[in-house]
């Protein structure tokens, strides 16, 4: 026969209420635990680089425990890792509910709309920070960044203006500032906040070739090759300032040196379209116009906007005598915005 148990009389309602809250506190923490066991079976998936069972990990984390904040930060991680931006972005949005400080969500999630280049959300998000943070020079930095890609030069001065007033050593502001000062042709201010970034961190290869490209723009060959040389000893493997080196060497007919530096960039990063133009330059130069088309053509096949490398094929296949394909490219060119094979096709062709 069944039983039935009478309520235990011998408790007060107060005592009740204590024995139920220990109860709801025991499953939390047995809930928790579970949670954490899959969780860390995600990491392990993830350090190994194995996203998508990583994701199946943090999703049972978040089905055990709804609330698992750890486990929606680190699955938006593996899922931007995957392009799955989408879901990334659900998942900080959840985040930002969940935490008490909301920061890290919002860098990430502004972090997805950068990826797909909604730099407009990002802002938003990385504004949202200084809401919560008012000295937070890293938001003010990121600000700094995205109104730089909104073209809006001026503001982006300002945020990193207050980028450094919050942290003076912050060799990234400097950089970017310089960028902006570049943009609003105020070249010796650039090389000055340039100079500031190498004096706080003289390891960032990329400071030393945005000053080679300052140099450059004022006709300081010498002390634009100079910090494209520190670039590289820097970091041997920076393929951007190889190429930059040999546009230097390109422009003083330095043929076999310019040569040997696209090389060398092209050595370093296959797809790399600017670097098989210039290096097609230099053997139509050469009068090796055949070769200079083999270049045109692979810098065309990794970035089929190159208008450049179009207007470049066309003159070296004017010179082997194919006025059709000549034409055919200026045209192409004139199409992506080349004024000057606008005009070669206005003159050359029918």
Same mark, same amino acid.
């Given at each position: 026969?069944?039983?039935?148990?009478?309520?235990?009389?011998?408790?007060?309602?107060?005592?009740?209420?204590?024995?139920?809250?220990?109860?709801?506190?025991?499953?939390?923490?047995?809930?928790?635990?579970?949670?954490?066991?899959?969780?860390?079976?995600?990491?392990?998936?993830?350090?190994?680089?194995?996203?998508?069972?990583?994701?199946?990990?943090?999703?049972?984390?978040?089905?055990?425990?709804?609330?698992? $904040?750890?486990? @929606?930060? *680190?699955? &938006?991680?593996? #899922?931007?890792?995957? %392009? =799955?931006?989408? +879901? !990334?972005?659900?998942? /900080?949005?959840?985040?930002?509910?969940?935490?008490?400080?909301?920061?890290?969500?919002?860098?990430?999630?502004?972090?997805?709309?950068?990826?797909?280049?909604?730099?407009?959300?990002?802002?938003?998000?990385?504004?949202?920070?200084?809401?919560?943070?008012?000295?937070?020079?890293?938001?003010?930095?990121?600000?700094?960044?995205?109104?730089?890609?909104?073209?809006?030069?001026?503001?982006?001065?300002?945020?990193?203006?207050?980028?450094?007033?919050?942290?003076?050593?912050?060799?990234?502001?400097?950089?970017?500032?310089?960028?902006?000062?570049?943009?609003?042709?105020?070249?010796?201010?650039?090389?000055?906040?340039?100079?500031?970034?190498?004096?706080?961190?003289?390891?960032? $290869?990329?400071? @030393?070739? *945005?000053? &080679?490209?300052? #140099?450059?723009?004022? %006709? =300081?060959?010498? +002390? !634009?090759?100079?910090? /494209?040389?520190?670039?590289?000893?820097?970091?041997?493997?920076?393929?951007?300032?190889?190429?930059?080196?040999?546009?230097?060497?390109?422009?003083?007919?330095?043929?076999?040196?310019?040569?040997?530096?696209?090389?060398?960039?092209?050595?370093?990063?296959?797809?790399?379209?600017?670097?098989?133009?210039?290096?097609?330059?230099?053997?139509?130069?050469?009068?090796?116009?055949?070769?200079?088309?083999?270049?045109?053509?692979?810098?065309?096949?990794?970035?089929?906007?190159?208008?450049?490398?179009?207007?470049?094929?066309?003159?070296?296949?004017?010179?082997?005598?194919?006025?059709?394909?000549?034409?055919?490219?200026?045209?192409?060119?004139?199409?992506?915005?080349?004024?000057? $094979?606008?005009? @070669?096709? *206005?003159?050359?062709?029918?």
């Amino acid at each position: 026969m069944n039983t039935e148990q009478e309520p235990d009389s011998t408790l007060t309602d107060k005592e009740i209420r204590f024995r139920d809250s220990i109860a709801m506190v025991n499953q939390q923490a047995r809930l928790l635990e579970e949670a954490m066991m899959a969780y860390n079976q995600g990491i392990e998936k993830y350090t190994k680089k194995d996203y998508k069972q990583a994701i199946t990990f943090f999703d049972k984390s978040i089905e055990i425990k709804s609330d698992f $904040a750890k486990g @929606y930060y *680190n699955r &938006g991680i593996a #899922k931007f890792a995957i %392009k =799955d931006y989408s +879901g !990334a972005f659900d998942d /900080y949005t959840k985040l930002i509910t969940l935490s008490d400080d909301p920061t890290e969500a919002y860098n990430k999630r502004a972090e997805v709309s950068v990826a797909l280049g909604k730099y407009e959300d990002a802002l938003k998000d990385y504004l949202a920070i200084t809401k919560v943070k008012p000295n937070h020079n890293q938001a003010y930095y990121y600000i700094g960044e995205m109104k730089f890609l909104l073209e809006e030069y001026e503001e982006a001065l300002k945020m990193f203006d207050k980028s450094i007033e919050l942290n003076p050593k912050h060799a990234k502001s400097y950089n970017d500032r310089s960028s902006c000062k570049r943009k609003l042709e105020n070249y010796m201010g650039a090389i000055a906040d340039l100079n500031k970034a190498i004096n706080i961190d003289p390891t960032l $290869a990329y400071v @030393y070739n *945005n000053l &080679g490209s300052v #140099k450059k723009k004022l %006709k =300081d060959f010498s +002390g !634009a090759i100079s910090a /494209y040389n520190k670039a590289i000893a820097t970091d041997a493997s920076y393929y951007l300032a190889y190429n930059n080196r040999g546009s230097i060497y390109l422009e003083q007919e330095k043929y076999n040196e310019a040569l040997a530096d696209f090389n060398k960039a092209i050595q370093l990063h296959g797809n790399y379209s600017l670097a098989y133009n210039n290096r097609g330059i230099v053997w139509h130069k050469q009068e090796k116009y055949e070769k200079a088309i083999a270049d045109f053509d692979i810098a065309i096949k990794y970035k089929p906007g190159n208008g450049i490398a179009y207007l470049n094929r066309g003159v070296s296949k004017e010179m082997i005598r194919d006025a059709s394909g000549a034409c055919s490219d200026w045209k192409k060119a004139a199409e992506l915005g080349i004024e000057l $094979a606008e005009k @070669y096709n *206005n003159i050359e062709c029918e």
